[in-house]
């Protein structure tokens, strides 16, 4: 059962653009995590929105919850080549369970 | 430092021979889990554990074991693997209650 559906799945972007991921559900959650993940190692947490409609700044990094905390969106300003990644959401519906998105893999081109 | 140890990072083995993937956390952390990342699929749950001789099947256990005998420590164990085991594999483990989740480095297991 995937619960989350993340897209784009495949990004490629030249250094300095703007760009948007999506995480979506159907399923309601009482939290959700962004994480980011580096060739050869494990995802890495960038943050955790709890509220309906919360927003949340990291830098050049926007994260937004879903009015209904069933979706989120990543929103990344001026990209820079350190951002490439896999970017993953997570949602957590009962505090026991996680489930991951499919992912998106972003390239950004020096 | 915090961190979660998985060992090996490597794996390459034949059908059938049962393997164990150990997994440590030093950070007094009560739940840990087991994923596994395959293409196109993104990181599924095998099996969670709240606690120390509390664990629960995620979304695809069949095939796996594991145990917690002790706080620090979660193997994964596959008793006859199958090259439909081949995959990217990854320990972690968070705060009770807490949605922060600190992964291992992945071990990468070939069946063949």
């Known amino acids: 059962t995937q619960l989350l559906e993340q897209s784009p799945q495949f990004l490629s972007i030249q250094e300095g653009e703007n760009l948007t991921v999506y995480c979506n559900s159907s399923?309601?959650?009482?939290?959700l995590q962004w994480y980011r993940q580096e060739p050869g190692e494990g995802p890495v947490l960038l943050v955790t929105v709890v509220t309906g409609g919360e927003v949340k700044k990291l830098k050049r990094l926007t994260f937004q919850f879903g009015d209904a905390r069933k979706d989120s969106s990543l929103h990344i300003t001026a990209a820079q080549p350190g951002d490439t990644g896999l970017y993953l959401c997570a949602g957590d519906n009962t505090g026991n369970q996680f489930y991951f998105g499919t992912g998106t893999s972003l390239t950004v081109i020096p | 430092e915090a961190q979660v140890t998985q060992n090996p990072r490597y794996l390459i083995t034949v059908t059938g021979k049962k393997l164990t993937v150990t997994c440590s956390q030093n950070?007094?952390?009560?739940?840990m889990s087991w994923y596994r990342q395959d293409p196109g699929l993104g990181l599924r749950q095998i099996y969670y554990?709240?606690?120390?001789?509390?664990?629960d099947k995620g979304d695809v256990p069949e095939g796996y074991k594991v145990s917690r005998k002790e706080k620090r420590n979660f193997p994964l164990i596959l008793e006859s693997p199958s090259p439909n085991q081949t995959s990217l594999y990854f320990c972690?483990?968070?705060?009770?209650?807490?949605?922060?989740?600190?992964f291992g480095q992945g071990t990468r297991l070939t069946v063949v």
């Open positions: 972690a483990s968070s705060q009770r209650g807490k949605t922060e989740a600190f």
């Open positions: 554990s709240m606690n120390v001789e509390v664990t």
């Open positions: 399923s309601v959650f009482s939290s």
């Open positions: 950070m007094n952390h009560e739940y």
